[in-house]
């Protein structure tokens, strides 16, 4: 805690003001968020959501399965006839963590300032037909989507399914 002492130079008395506070709070609050497992279960699958229905878009507009879409990979013929193969980082292994911190800020948000429901570690309000248990379905359909994606595509030989 940090606590301020003025003087008054009127009459030279010393008045001590309240502490500050911890300085540390907000960033025990975020971190309190990961001791909850169904909190970062909504986080991993908000995350997965986003970055289900960009791998399916890219599918279906660019027509690259979803391992081009995080990993390029080019032959080179050299000029003595040697080929040469080389896989280096695409845009979607860059998007990937980009994405998961823009969505870990969005969610921490409510949680820091306090807000009832924060929509993690309480469920939210339902709105229509969005619930806070489908939002957790759908999470979850999302992640064992991706993983299914990546094995039925290296059962395709790399070919993008749709």
Do not use: C
């Amino acid at each position: 805690f940090l606590t301020i002492i003025h003087s008054d130079p009127a009459d030279g008395s010393v008045a001590e003001a309240a502490p500050l506070g911890d300085d540390s709070q907000l960033l025990d609050d975020a971190v309190k968020v990961f001791s909850d497992a169904t909190a970062v279960e909504m986080i991993n699958g908000r995350v997965a959501q986003i970055g289900w229905m960009a791998a399916l878009y890219n599918e279906i507009t660019q027509n690259k399965s979803l391992w081009s879409q995080v990993f390029s990979t080019r032959t080179f013929t050299l000029a003595d006839g040697v080929s040469d193969t080389v896989t280096y980082p695409g845009a979607g292994l860059f998007l990937a963590p980009f994405v998961g911190l823009v969505v870990l800020a969005a969610s921490l948000a409510p949680v820091l300032k306090k807000a009832s429901p924060d929509g993690v570690t309480a469920p939210g309000n339902a709105l229509g037909p969005f619930k806070p248990e489908a939002e957790l379905t759908n999470g979850r359909g999302a992640m064992v989507g991706l993983v299914a994606l990546v094995f039925a595509e290296k059962f395709t030989h790399g070919n993008p399914l749709f």
